[in-house]
């Protein structure tokens, strides 16, 4: 492609970018000591029978991972993965 107009819009990279320094938010360092506390007692009931409370209904089955982020519990052959901010309470 030698036509003419096809690189008259190609600038070089540093003028295309404009570099904006990320902001990152500040998290509470009580609710990072907490999530961690969380994640801890929970990698402690693996392989468990657990009861977790969500907005939507009460799951219960068999804690079978934990992950930063999310749980996996299963029940009968079904999977539920669980957000860790969609937890209520744990029992």
């Known amino acids: ?3 003419p107009y096809y ?3 190609v600038y070089p990279v540093s003028e295309q970018i404009e570099y904006v320094p990320e902001q990152r938010e ?3 360092r009580n609710t990072v000591t907490f999530t961690k506390q969380l994640l801890n007692n929970l990698q402690q ?3 468990r029978e ?3 409370a969500t ?3 009460t799951i219960r089955g068999t804690l ?3 992950f930063p982020d999310h749980i996996l519990v299963s029940n009968e052959g ?3 993965q669980i957000r860790l901010e969609g937890i209520i309470y744990i029992s």
Do not use: A, K, L
Request: aromatic share 12%.
């Open 45 to 47: 009931r693996r392989g």
């Open 1 to 3: 492609m030698n036509h």
């Open 55 to 57: 907005p939507v209904e």
């Open 7 to 9: 690189y008259r819009y």
């Open 26 to 28: 500040s998290i509470p």
């Open 64 to 66: 079978e991972e934990v």
């Open 78 to 80: 079904e999977h539920y």
């Open 50 to 52: 657990i009861s977790v």
